[in-house]
């Protein structure tokens, strides 16, 4: 087999700028990690949400998001409850200590974002939607 000689003109460049949105969020004050930060974020701002929810929109498989939610258990940052519309799941929920590092973690993340968007042009903007737009239809049968 030839040894492959196109560079990767999508691919590369997502998880290069994961890992630079990763290292900023690792440098911030925030006392978790990039990820935990960011499901904190969401749940605050906007839960609270069934563990499947949680997973589905941060692309976690099963495994890695019940790792995930026991560290931010355990650090009383969130608490797990069953939910009262269908036994069978569990609600995530912040708890008030959870609710301030997530609010600090939105925050940081939006000071990021609105610096990036501050360094381009609309049209800019516009391709980017259409390049994620795209890898999401090209994705979309690999989602956990």
Request: glycine content about 8%; aromatic content about 6%.
């Amino acid at each position: 087999m030839e040894r492959p000689r196109k560079p990767l003109n999508i691919i590369s460049p997502l998880h290069k700028a994961l890992r630079l949105v990763s290292a900023y969020l690792e440098e911030s004050t925030l006392s978790v990690g990039p990820l935990e930060g960011n499901v904190l974020a969401f749940v605050a701002c906007f839960g609270p949400f069934t563990v499947g929810q949680v997973g589905r929109v941060f692309g976690l498989k099963a495994s890695s998001l019940t790792g995930l939610l026991d560290r931010l258990e355990k650090q009383d940052l969130i608490v797990r409850r069953k939910n009262p519309r269908d036994r069978r799941s569990y609600l995530i929920d912040v708890t008030d200590q959870g609710r301030e590092l997530g609010y600090q973690a939105r925050r940081v993340i939006e000071d990021l974002e609105t610096d990036i968007l501050g360094r381009v042009d609309d049209q800019d903007r516009a391709g980017f939607d259409r390049v994620m737009a795209a890898v999401a239809e090209a994705t979309k049968s690999a989602g956990p």
